[in-house]
């Protein structure tokens, strides 16, 4: 069974369009974060929830919009796509005793590929 | 602030050598370390993380770092590696407190030649 798992794992699409990164976790964990990695493999934090709260919001555009309908699900939503956005983003969860701690071994899904042409 | 440097984009080696990942960090306050594994097209793993106590760390997988306050240096090593150890290898450090944010370096591709 696949702790985190992500959908879609590849994803091309043309600027200006909008798109979705769903994103569930079945460990139990309070934590959940996205994260982006660029083309030369460095790894950014973007957002991070704790039982469905807002509780690390990084300078990202507007355009992102994580969800989390559930402590168990958090959705990524990108409006209005540039080349700019072109990466692998990662679903990564923890248990967060200490909220976004990072204390607790985080695990992370196998990451989705956007591509935008 | 926090930050992290991994000295090495890239480092090559032979089968059953030996390997040190560079890491220094810096920081004002008091951190955790981590290192984390990326194999070629999946997400990142924890190899093992330093919070408190002794200085000298063990993973899985056979890796070993151990953390050097006066160097800010958290260097990752194994005595003998392993062509399935071929990975990128990323440090990370977070502050000692909630709501702290992990931040991780640039990574060191590790290859391993037969």
């Known amino acids: 069974d696949t702790a985190v798992s992500q959908t879609p794992k590849y994803l091309v699409t043309q600027m200006g369009n909008d798109k979705s990164i769903k994103c569930e976790q079945n460990l139990g964990h309070d934590t959940m974060y996205w994260y982006k990695q660029d083309s030369k493999k460095f790894l950014k934090i973007m957002f991070s929830?704790?039982?469905?709260?807002?509780?690390i919001n990084e300078t990202v555009p507007n355009r992102f919009s994580p969800k989390s309908p559930d402590k168990a699900h958090l959705n990524l939503h990108i409006n209005s796509l540039e080349l700019g956005d072109s990466a692998v983003y990662f679903c990564a969860s923890s248990q967060g005793a200490l909220a976004g701690s990072g204390v607790d071994e985080q695990y992370f899904g196998p990451g989705t590929r956007l591509t935008v042409t | 602030a926090q930050s992290v440097t991994q000295l090495d984009s890239q480092v090559p080696v032979f089968e059953e050598a030996p390997v040190e990942l560079r890491c220094n960090y810096s920081?004002?306050?008091?951190?955790?370390l981590f290192w984390y594994v990326q194999y070629p097209n999946q997400g990142l793993q924890l190899l093992l993380k330093y919070l408190s106590g002794s200085t000298l760390v063990k993973g899985i997988n056979g890796f070993e770092a151990e953390f050097n306050k006066s160097q800010t240096s958290f260097h990752l090593r194994k005595p003998s590696v392993h062509i399935s150890d071929t990975a990128e290898y990323f440090c990370?450090?977070?502050?000692?407190?909630?709501?702290?944010?992990?931040?991780f370096g640039s990574g060191t591709r590790l290859s391993i030649r037969p």
């Open positions: 920081s004002s306050v008091s951190v955790y």
């Open positions: 990370a450090v977070t502050r000692h407190s909630s709501a702290s944010k992990i931040i």
């Open positions: 929830y704790n039982n469905k709260e807002l509780i």
